[in-house]
């Protein structure tokens, strides 16, 4: 049952794995009586003969051994039990962390433990105390059995992993998951960067769009111009990853990728040195838009190859993916799900020889499970068209963006690149019909 995993991560040396040899024995058995189907899945290393034959002795606990990567694990795990690093790493994805470390049991992370956990760094640093392994057993059964109580502990962790923590500290010696955690806790310095979304860049409006999925190059034009007047400063995922954010930045992006974008698009970068990012499908042998030509929509032609590449090696486009078939990703099953978000990724990355480093959802449409097969894919950003958050940095898996319809005006731009157009929209409840 997949619900009802027990996540141990540590050593499997010292007095760290004797604590844990300790603990199988007493807990993993009551537990497993208490929850049927509830499973221990330890990670670490060296797996000797004594873990070994206690995985005989006990078929509910499994030795995976050392893994580099741990993120899908922990995305997996019903409940995370670890100290120090582990703990805040598991926090930091909103899981559920029971704290035990060398020395003692915190227990699972609530409020008022929030401050034992810190002091003892969740256990390792203490005066040693005898391990109440009944107390842990009934906690563990406990939060397995109460998705309220995992709730509740998966926010007091989350909580305590973005504010109190010193996270510059942590991520100087660890890469990965305090990365991202540092780039939200970073980004939520600006108020607000503003996500403008586009397609199509014509030299003219065509008469039969349905969609209007375009943006005349001359108003296209006009709005670099009233940015840079402004002050800001386009930037890419990649600006953001290496904390290369400028005072005032704004992340401009093109969807689908049509061959408009280099005619048009690529020497408006040159001429006003502005970046975007255009995102892409997956499977190279789509040749055009059509997913919206059987609703009516006229054809366009996507990028060929040859123009991906120059746009690429101009260093004013970063190329993120967009599926390998613009599908909607709510109609399918979860497997489906990952062949085209985790496939466009490797696709896109063989093809570019650089990471890519965001997804957009075909059509805005996700749910939970879908934003984590994203994070779990390795995406750092994913972006959606409209989202329920005012700030940037809140869920780097639904990053909002503002639709920039053909007849939007300048003022109506002024509003859309202020941080004042999202709570704007929330106070006036009026959303975009994209
Ligand atoms: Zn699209």
């Known amino acids: 049952m997949a619900d009802a995993l027990v996540l141990i991560v540590g050593r499997l040396s010292g007095p760290k794995n004797q604590v844990l040899l300790e603990l199988l024995r007493s807990v993993a058995p009551v537990v497993a009586q208490k929850v049927p189907g509830a499973r221990?899945?330890?990670?670490?290393?060296?797996?000797?003969?004594?873990?070994?034959?206690?995985?005989?002795?006990?078929?509910?606990?499994q030795f995976e051994g050392h893994q580099k990567n741990l993120r899908p694990f922990y995305l997996r795990a019903t409940v995370v039990v670890g100290a120090g690093r582990v703990a805040l790493e598991a926090m930091a994805?909103?899981?559920?962390?029971?704290a035990i470390g060398e020395r003692l049991y915190v227990g699972p992370l609530s409020p008022d433990k929030v401050g034992a956990a810190k002091a003892t760094n969740f256990g390792d640093c203490s005066e040693k105390e005898d391990f109440d392994w009944d107390r842990m057993a009934g906690d563990l059964v406990e939060l397995l059995k109460s998705p309220k109580k995992r709730a509740q502990a998966a926010k007091a962790g989350f909580n305590l992993a973005q504010s109190d923590y010193n996270?510059?500290?942590?991520?100087?010696?660890?890469?990965?998951?305090?990365?991202?955690?540092?780039?939200?806790?970073?980004?939520?310095?600006?108020h607000?960067?503003?996500?403008?979304?586009?397609?199509?860049?014509v030299e003219k409006a065509p008469a039969d769009s349905k969609y209007n999925v375009y943006v005349v190059r001359e108003k296209l034009e006009e709005q670099f111009q009233f940015l840079k007047?402004?002050?800001f400063e386009a930037v890419t995922f990649g600006d953001l990853l290496a904390r290369r954010a400028p005072a005032k930045p704004v992340l401009l992006t093109f969807d689908d990728g049509y061959e408009d974008n280099y005619l048009h698009l690529l020497p408006l970068l040159k001429k006003y040195r502005m970046r975007a990012v255009v995102y892409l499908l997956g499977d190279r042998k789509h040749r055009n838009n059509f997913w919206d030509i059987p609703q009516g929509e006229p054809a366009a032609a996507l990028l060929k190859e040859k123009?991906?590449?120059?746009?690429?090696?101009?260093?004013?486009?970063?190329?993120?993916?967009?599926?390998?078939?613009?599908?909607?990703?709510?109609e399918l099953k979860p497997a489906q799900i990952r062949r085209e978000v985790e496939g466009s990724k490797k696709a896109l990355e063989k093809f570019l020889g650089k990471p890519v480093l965001s997804f957009a959802y075909p059509y805005g449409l996700l749910n939970n499970e879908i934003k984590e097969i994203t994070a779990q894919a390795g995406y750092?950003?994913?972006?959606?068209?409209?989202g329920p958050f005012t700030r940037f940095g809140k869920d780097l898996m639904e990053i909002r963006r503002v639709h920039m319809f053909p007849g939007t005006s300048l003022f109506?731009?002024?509003?859309?690149?202020?941080?004042?157009?999202?709570?704007?929209?929330?106070?006036t409840g009026k959303f975009d019909a994209a």
């Open 229 to 231: 007047s402004r002050g």
């Open 412 to 427: 109506d731009f002024w509003k859309k690149t202020s941080g004042f157009y999202h709570r704007y929209r929330k106070w």
């Open 307 to 330: 123009q991906i590449r120059e746009m690429s090696e101009s260093g004013l486009v970063e190329f993120g993916a967009h599926s390998m078939n613009h599908v909607k990703l709510t």
């Open 93 to 98: 994805l909103k899981k559920p962390v029971v």
């Open 40 to 61: 221990f899945q330890v990670l670490g290393g060296p797996v000797t003969e004594e873990h070994r034959k206690l995985e005989k002795q006990f078929t509910w606990v």
């Open 167 to 190: 996270l510059e500290k942590v991520a100087a010696q660890t890469e990965g998951l305090y990365q991202k955690v540092l780039l939200e806790k970073n980004l939520s310095r600006f």
């Open 192 to 201: 607000e960067i503003p996500v403008l979304m586009y397609h199509r860049v």
């Open 380 to 386: 750092p950003f994913g972006v959606a068209v409209k």
